[in-house]
């Protein structure tokens, strides 16, 4: 049945009602979401900056293993699959080191250069 074709009776009208309902909280979420990320990679430009300056790697495997098992914690307690957050952090940080390794390239002697999504 098409919600959208037509006159609705009244229990097509209530069920598009809360559909409506229902979506605008998961945009709500969504840009909530996009703007905790961007939030997230202000912090991380800086921590990439410091490891340049420090002639740190761009990686901390360690630090990495602590936050997937944090995270997959947090989603077992929130009853989110623990597999999709670990691989939602998966990609988040490896956006961060191709950042922290960009703004270490230039750093180097010689280089003029700016790391991408910089904000």
Do not use: C, Y
Not at 92 to 107: D, G, K, L, R
């Amino acid at each position: 049945m098409e919600l959208t074709d037509g006159p609705l009776d009244a229990e097509s009208r209530e069920l598009l009602d809360e559909l409506i309902e229902i979506r605008e909280s998961i945009d709500n979420i969504d840009a909530a979401l996009v703007h905790l990320l961007a939030e997230r990679f202000k912090f991380t430009q800086k921590v990439g900056r410091l490891k340049a300056a420090g002639g740190l790697p761009a990686s901390d495997p360690e630090r990495e293993r602590v936050q997937i098992a944090r995270l997959r914690g947090l989603a077992e307690d929130s009853h989110l699959d623990p597999a999709f957050a670990e691989k939602f952090l998966n990609f988040i940080v490896a956006e961060v080191i191709h950042h922290h390794e960009a703004i270490a390239n230039s750093s180097a002697p010689g280089a003029h250069t700016t790391p991408s999504h910089e904000s």
